[in-house]
């Protein structure tokens, strides 16, 4: 049995040693990919605008910092990380910065006023629209909710949501992926290296407490008796 419970510890103890590799080496990935997107990051110079009290501003204004953040948090419900939102570090390469910039970008798209000029007369389900200069709220219409058969919206959808604006929004995302697959793989090392050290030291455990070989303790008999 002791030589079955050493044998035991020995293979648990392997065991532990791989998963801590397999942690190590989850760590060490993060690491590079955490290094290379925040060089990615540092290369664009995207900063987020505080005031002087930490406040996250627009164009200069709390109120505007303030209503792009309730759009990220109540419209489109986004757990926004506060420790990731650092005055001191305005470049954006954290989860929740990138996703800041997002809604900062979508913020004016939606609340933009685009100019729409028809160059001759255009009649619509019965409407007429004469030649001129239009101007169009967006009103908070995201790109599927304009009707691009209308002279007035369809070339003011073009215009709100042009190709920039979806590229803009589009890389802003991966950013957000990227981050935030890099802070699960580092759960994921953290979580290998707790598997790893609770085998290991198991492991160890069994073979230290059998690591004395079994001693043959002689009975004690009576001495015989003679009557």
Do not use: C
């Amino acid at each position: 049995m002791t030589s079955r419970l050493r044998g035991l510890g020995i293979v648990l103890g392997l065991i532990g040693l791989a998963f801590l590799v397999a942690g190590g080496f989850a760590f060490f990935k993060v690491q590079e990919g955490t290094a290379s997107l925040k060089a990615f990051s540092a290369a664009q110079d995207v900063q987020l605008a505080y005031n002087d009290e930490g406040q996250l501003v627009d164009r200069g204004q709390v109120e505007g910092g303030q209503a792009i953040m309730a759009l990220l948090t109540d419209d489109w419900g986004y757990p926004v990380v506060d420790s990731e939102l650092d005055p001191n570090d305005p470049v954006v390469n954290t989860a929740s910065e990138y996703m800041f910039q997002m809604a900062t970008i979508a913020y004016h798209t939606l609340n933009g006023t685009q100019t729409v000029v028809l160059t001759e007369d255009v009649e619509y389900n019965g409407e007429l629209f004469p030649a001129g200069t239009y101007e169009f709220a967006v009103d908070g219409r995201y790109f599927s909710q304009f009707d691009r058969a209308h002279p007035i919206e369809g070339p003011a959808r073009a215009q709100a949501w042009s190709a920039t604006a979806h590229g803009l929004i589009g890389e802003l995302g991966v950013g957000t992926v990227t981050a935030s697959a890099l802070q699960l793989g580092l759960a994921l090392a953290g979580l290998f290296a707790g598997v790893g050290a609770t085998f290991l030291l198991t492991g160890a455990g069994l073979v230290w407490a059998t690591r004395l070989e079994a001693v043959a303790v002689p009975v004690l008999r009576p001495a015989d008796v003679t009557v």
